[in-house]
């Protein structure tokens, strides 16, 4: 019988180099050991390297960045996707990314199993699972975390008594996920959700204490709700997340303490950075309140729960998903324009906006000369809106309720106006 071919998302750390060794040794497969940067990853050689020390067939390498932001990060920029109105989503978007990429490679090396190293706790697991589901039912999937987990030291001494001798650093205070949308600490001392967080949880971002006095302004150019100049300059989508990360890095801005919720039903303590996707969400809404109606303000905030929901929960690869981004597609037609932003001492401040079909109406918003509004029409127009409501209270509430004012007040004052 061939043996059979599986493959890794692999990253080069010790979990999934150790799925490497154990896959081949104990599982009987072939190891394509696939790394997909995203952002933020090791060094290449390092990753070669460790990813054939521990037996791969081969380590491929895969620049995802550009994928990333322009069909994963974005599109949720543009829906105002934030998880419970706080995470941004960087680990999130990137699975499903990632599942893609698996099932491209297994059925480009005529692989018939893949592998993730997620454990049994997290969303990843779902996020990958269900992804790779969706996209190639016939893939088998193996978890060798999620199966098997081992301590650290034994994972070392696993890989030794193998004949992989890796120097491994120290282990780290917390877990990390990192890519170019955003990253992510969890466990350690962060578990205790009273204990403010260490200034090493942080590596992106400033201490906004630190951060200088004098604050940076960045004018941010959206097209149909796609970032695509910064301060006049035409730049690609990766180039402009990484600007920005460094630039509220720098001032402080993107710092998240969030008690999240798990698909899986637990509350966990997550600090995240996300400076280029703060300043990118909050300019992005500030241009929506410039170009959409409030009737189209409204519906969309509600679609962007369901949306950072079903990103979260990992059903990217959905029918749902489909017709949520054809309605917020075509809510974007005409959010283009430019906003000026502050970025000072950890906050980002929209200071300026501009939009050349802008719902925004000087000539009927000004209390200057030059009003186009008809005040007089105000009347007429009050007559009507408040005619439901005068028919009512002529009806039935006065007649209950003397005082008609009760009828506005919360039931506790209006007891207490009684004693
Ligand atoms: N809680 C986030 C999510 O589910 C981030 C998880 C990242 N993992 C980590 N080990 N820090 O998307």
Redesign the pocket.
Known sequence: MPVPKLVLAYSGGLDTTTAIKWLSVEQGYEVVALNIDVGMSREQPVVESRGMAAGALKVRIIDAKEDFIRYFAFPALAAGAM?QDA?P????LA?PLMAKLLVDVAHEEGATAVAHGCTGK???QV?FDVGIQTLDPSLSIVAPTRENAMARDYQIEYLRQHGVDIPWAAKGP????ENIWGR????GVLEDPWTEPPAEAYEWTRDAEEAPSAPAYVEIDYQSGMPIRLNGEELGPVAIVERLNELGGIHGVGRIDHI?D??VGIK?R?I?EAPAGVILHTAHRSLEAMTLSKQQVKLKKAVAIEYSELI?NGLWFSAHHQDIAAYVASTQRHVTGTIRVKLHRGRATVVGRKAAQSLYDRGLATYDRGDTYDQSAAIGFINIWGLQTRTQVRTQLLADLPDALRIAMPQDHAEQGEK
């Not at 989503?89 to 999130?92: C, E, F, N, R």
């Open positions: 998880y995470y989503l960087a680990t999130a699975r997290g969303n990843d996020r917390f877990s990390i996920d992510s600490a969890e466990a999240e798990r698909l966990s997550e995240y979260y």
